[in-house]
């Protein structure tokens, strides 16, 4: 699924506010509650599940899925994603494709992702399933960079209708646009006649690529050590598979009777698979994996409004930061409470002023509206700065920063009584973007707030969802 900046605005137009919260830390993994079952039939001791769905039941698991409801911009893709195409029937998820108009498009279908709710670096990934076909019918198991930027971006399966015997898998990498890819196809049996298994197994060293348990593909170029999210979704029409024509028959059905995701069961070692909501756990490195006897130490961080609360799963108690001596695998969750004494937001709707900005739609005014569908954006040039005044010196605790995909790789944030003397209060220099939740070790009192990019990370300007500074009124 080739992918572009533009899509990524457009999705981050619907997302509702739980992004805030939800997303975007480099070392954070999100996921439902604790699941244990089932281990793979043809991986029982070597490897452990650490989420799956087998679409059972009546409809889709809200926990574990986000439902597309948009008209994506990418790849001349001619369809509407809609809820309507996306349901369970008979133990599977069914991903429905039909011509009819609907948002300006000429077909729906469907398109169902993990991004928020769950997330993993290394492992197996295993989906079962039946493929739809038809010229301009692009069936794709694929995973994005949860920490927001593309690529990186590893297809498991993608599928061209009018060649139902061809599977394709690629791994992108590279930063955008000087992005690149590696990737193999494999010819088969009419993969849309049956269901087959599409897999994926990532380690530190390699992707490997598996169809009906048997390698196909494999790269040891550019490995990614970044949590993913998993997609799954059928386009119509595009670039790369062309347009349905006359031989099209609509309606099309992907049926997916299971998705697994596994930890690799290593002798000697065992996995920390950690989750969160409303907060991060910090461990390194993303590998999860050490030797027996191996003492590490698991640090609880809460967003900005929640306090850790304890440990579940296979750890408990409430001691934080814990130290953890690994006796075999882990698989435990952080839970964190709303703290009823965090600071309030006091940056709402304060004048802010930055050093340019993009387009006349793309002014600092957007980083205080409490809206994550607008945004300030800088001219594409070092460096840039925004700059939020809250009217009176203000006791300042904490901030939160949620950038677009054009993110500052560093900055430095700086505060003022007169908007003339600056002092530093943080400053950070190997970004990846997202959000960040910046706790002062000091409170700070000023009246002006002052963030400075000096590097950015991508060719773009600095652009921001929200910039929220938390504390209390200068009584
Ligand atoms: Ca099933
Ligand atoms: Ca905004």
């Not at 650490?50 to 597309?68: L, Q, S």
């Not at 590893?154 to 690149?180: A, Q, Y």
């Not at 908007?419 to 530093?424: G, H, P, V």
Request: one cysteine or more; charged letters at 20%; glycine letters at 8%.
């Amino acid at each position: 699924m080739l992918s572009n900046r533009y899509q990524y605005t457009i999705r981050r137009l619907i997302y509702s506010c739980a992004i805030v919260f939800l997303s975007l830390f480099s070392n954070v993994i999100y996921a439902p509650a604790m699941d244990r079952s089932p281990q793979s039939e043809s991986h029982d001791r070597e490897w452990v599940v650490i989420w799956h769905d087998e679409f059972d039941g009546d409809r889709v698991n809200p926990a574990k899925w986000r439902i597309e409801d948009a008209a994506l911009i990418k790849n001349n893709e001619q369809q509407y994603y809609t809820p309507e195409d996306v349901y369970l029937e008979d133990g599977h998820l069914v991903l429905r494709s039909q011509q009819r108009p609907m948002g300006g498009r000429d077909y729906t279908s469907g398109l169902v992702e993990t991004k928020g709710l769950f997330t993993f670096t290394y492992g197996r990934v295993e989906v079962r399933a039946r493929l739809p076909k038809g010229k301009g019918i692009w069936p794709a198991h694929w995973m994005m960079n949860a920490v927001g930027t593309w690529p990186p971006e590893i297809d498991i399966m993608e599928m061209l209708g009018h060649r139902p015997t061809k599977i394709h898998m690629t791994n992108h990498f590279g930063v955008h646009p000087r992005n690149s890819r590696h990737g193999g196809y494999y010819e088969g049996p009419d993969y849309s006649a049956d269901f087959h298994t599409y897999a994926i197994e990532w380690t530190p060293d390699e992707i490997k690529w598996f169809i009906d348990g048997v390698e196909r593909f494999s790269t040891r170029k550019y490995v990614h050590d970044v949590p993913f999210y998993i997609i799954l979704n059928t386009a119509v029409g595009g670039n790369w598979p062309g347009y349905p024509d006359e031989t099209t028959e609509f309606p099309q059905y992907h049926h997916i009777d299971y998705v697994r995701v596994y930890k690799k069961n290593v002798p000697g070692t065992g996995f920390v698979y950690l989750t969160a909501e409303h907060g991060q756990v910090s461990q390194q490195p993303n590998e999860h994996r050490y030797a027996l006897g191996t003492t590490i130490q698991l640090a609880a961080k809460p967003d900005i409004g929640y306090k850790f609360s304890h440990w579940t799963g296979d750890l408990e108690g409430t001691q934080n930061p814990l130290d953890l001596t690994i006796a075999g695998n882990v698989r435990a969750a952080a839970v964190f409470a709303e703290d009823p004494d965090a600071p309030g937001l006091i940056s709402s709707r304060a004048a802010v002023l930055s050093s340019s900005q993009e387009s006349d739609q793309l002014g600092p005014a957007n980083v205080v509206d409490g809206n994550l569908g607008t945004r300030w954006s800088s001219e594409f040039s070092d460096p840039q700065w925004i700059q939020i005044d809250l009217g009176e010196a203000r006791l300042i605790e904490a901030m939160r920063l949620n950038w677009e995909n054009a993110f500052a790789r560093s900055y430095a944030i700086a505060v003022s009584d007169d908007a003339l003397t600056w002092s530093t209060v943080y400053a950070k220099a190997d970004s990846n973007g997202g959000v960040h939740n910046i706790r002062l070790v000091q409170s700070v009192s000023a009246r002006y707030i002052r963030l400075t990019g000096t590097e950015r990370g991508t060719q773009w300007g600095y652009s921001l969802w929200e910039f929220e500074v938390f504390g209390q009124s200068q009584e």
